[in-house]
């Protein structure tokens, strides 16, 4: 039996040292690792609200103006995993600072590109240390912060920073693209790369696990390729079609890769996944839940960015604005989701989180054409917002705690995948949705859109709630003792 007050999704933790309060030091590691993941949160979306206006500056044709949000995210989500592991043969400290400089240096290009093809290789180095940093800055907090109420602490403000700043990405996006220029959503990241490059060496202990890693190689080619299939098949069916040749051959070939690397991982030495971390429910079901926080949260915005700017006619600043209100929601959620998960639990915070947002998402179908209508999207996105934090903080705890320490770096990289997988496949996915309807319609009016926004938010709901279900169902809390 588990005590009525006991984390009913991981075991007794070791005693807690005398203290709860974080020393100084804890605190400025944690600020450098928080600033540097929301930085990059911040640039999955600071560019989406922008992108008709960059593509005039620089030359990018409509059909391939998605390739600049594209190119990001194939980065960021196909080779988190191998950094991940990277990290733990090279050091989590010295991949973290290469990652910080590979942004910088990204972003100086980005901001000076005047042609198409130096403004993508921006996006791919800002993709690729989204990779190497976001897993290395996991793991190292993990390791600065002991199991317990203040390592919990930390995730929840890891996580509200995460998911706020897809939005503040939209916000910032939005401001600096009718106030400046689309370039400062690159110039922005420089200072802060400089900075964390400064106290990073500091405050950051060096951390790997012990003893010697190898790199799985048959299994981080055959992963990454898969994923990096399965994440270009989506995109190109929101473009196109979910029948479109190049979409089928994509999402075939991720499926052929993702099982190649299944069948090498059984066979290896020293697995980049041991598949038997998958056999303990919380690893898997905790990030099941992960991957479906962000699809379902990241890709509202997106429907909703559509219904703001294309139904009620606002400018990119006016939306961005919009989803302050979110983003409010979003920090609160982080700071009530360790409080919620103490009292009671990772499991059932994830389901009535899930549950929360499920009603609040669904109420956003009465959305109509009239101006009022910013007031129930308001009040909507900022309940949802709350609830989504809670389930992004109880997945965090769920996935990566109470393992020993040779699987918590596996753990760690698995919960980052999740993180990106999730905001990489939102979009696509309700896109691809939305995108059917119109062409059941046959237009791209205002009406056409909000109908097919409509479809698409009833199917973001129908995932939340599906969600919570399959928690409720299969999530098996690991044994507590007595």
């Not at 960021?76 to 240096?105: C, K, N, Q, S, Y």
């Not at 919009?322 to 929601?329: D, I, K, R, T």
């Amino acid at each position: 039996m588990t005590a009525p007050n006991s984390m009913d999704s991981q075991p007794t933790p070791a005693p807690a040292p005398p203290t709860q309060a974080m020393t100084g030091k804890q605190r400025l590691a944690l600020t450098v690792l928080l600033t540097a993941s929301f930085t990059l949160a911040v640039d999955f979306s600071i560019l989406n609200v922008a992108l008709p206006t960059v593509g005039a500056d620089v030359g990018f044709s409509l059909e391939n103006l998605q390739w600049i949000a594209t190119a990001f995210a194939l980065c960021a989500a196909g080779l988190t995993l191998l950094f991940g592991r990277v990290a733990d043969l090279a050091g989590r400290r010295r991949m973290f600072i290469i990652g910080m400089a590979l942004l910088g240096a990204g972003s100086l290009l980005g901001g000076i590109s005047i042609h198409p093809a130096p403004l993508i290789i921006a996006r791919i180095a800002q993709g690729i240390a989204t990779a190497i940093v976001v897993p290395a800055a996991l793991s190292l907090l993990l390791s600065a912060f002991p199991e317990g109420k203040i390592r919990e602490r930390a995730l929840g403000l890891n996580g509200a920073l995460m998911a706020a700043g897809f939005t503040t990405g939209a916000i910032l996006g939005g401001l600096l693209t009718d106030l400046l220029s689309w370039r400062w959503a690159f110039l922005i990241n420089i200072p802060v790369a400089a900075a964390v490059l400064v106290l990073a060496p500091l405050v950051l202990a060096e951390s790997r696990p012990d003893g010697r890693a190898r790199l799985d190689v048959p299994g981080a080619v055959t992963v990454t390729l898969g994923l990096l299939a399965l994440v270009f098949g989506l995109t190109r069916a929101a473009e196109t079609s979910w029948t479109d040749p190049a979409t089928l051959v994509a999402l075939a070939a991720a499926v052929l890769l993702l099982a190649v690397f299944a069948a090498v991982e059984r066979r290896a030495a020293a697995p980049l996944v041991p598949l038997a971390i998958l056999k303990r429910s919380t690893v898997a079901w905790g990030n099941f839940a992960g991957v479906l926080a962000f699809v379902t949260e990241t890709s509202l915005v997106f429907l909703l960015t559509l219904y703001l700017q294309r139904v009620l006619g606002y400018t990119p600043l006016g939306t961005g604005l919009a989803f302050g209100v979110l983003g409010l929601g979003t920090v609160l959620g982080g700071v009530l989701g360790p409080k919620i998960i103490a009292r009671v639990g990772s499991k059932r915070a994830i389901v009535a989180g899930f549950v929360v947002q499920a009603a609040a998402t669904s109420s956003l179908v009465l959305l109509g054409g009239d101006p009022a209508a910013i007031i129930l999207l308001l009040a909507a996105t900022f309940v949802g917002g709350v609830a989504n934090l809670v389930v992004i903080v109880g997945f965090m705890v769920t996935a990566t705690s109470g393992l020993p320490e040779e699987e918590a770096g596996l753990a760690t990289g698995l919960a980052t995948m999740s993180q990106q997988i999730g905001i990489t496949l939102g979009i696509p996915v309700m896109s691809a949705i939305l995108t059917a309807q119109l062409a059941a319609l046959g237009s791209t009016a205002a009406p056409a859109i909000l109908a097919g926004v409509t479809t698409a938010i009833w199917a973001n709901a129908g995932l939340c709630l599906a969600s919570a279900l399959a928690v409720a169902f299969f999530l098996r809390p690991a044994a507590t003792k007595a």
